[in-house]
């Protein structure tokens, strides 16, 4: 696991951004809920439909997923590997 990773997940507002993007994706209506009962039945409706299902995955992939990379890994940044634009040149003062 890379420290870009370590630092998402213990960062406490990406779980609210998934939380809020899973409830959206799914369809759940947050206030229907009140009986742990009802979680769960709600729970078992997401998982039971397919369509549901892949919603939850890819509101989950997009919280995780770190746009600045290339692919679904934190290896190679983008900026890291573009080539610099003609022209542009450093100033080392």
Known sequence: MTDKMKTRLTNIYM?????STILLATGLDITSISTWEQFFVAILAVLATPSRLLCLVLAILS???DPTTKGITDKYHIAETAEKPVGIEENNK
């Not at 779980?15 to 939380?19: A, T």
């Open 63 to 65: 919280a995780i997923i």
């Open 15 to 19: 779980y609210l951004g998934m939380i």
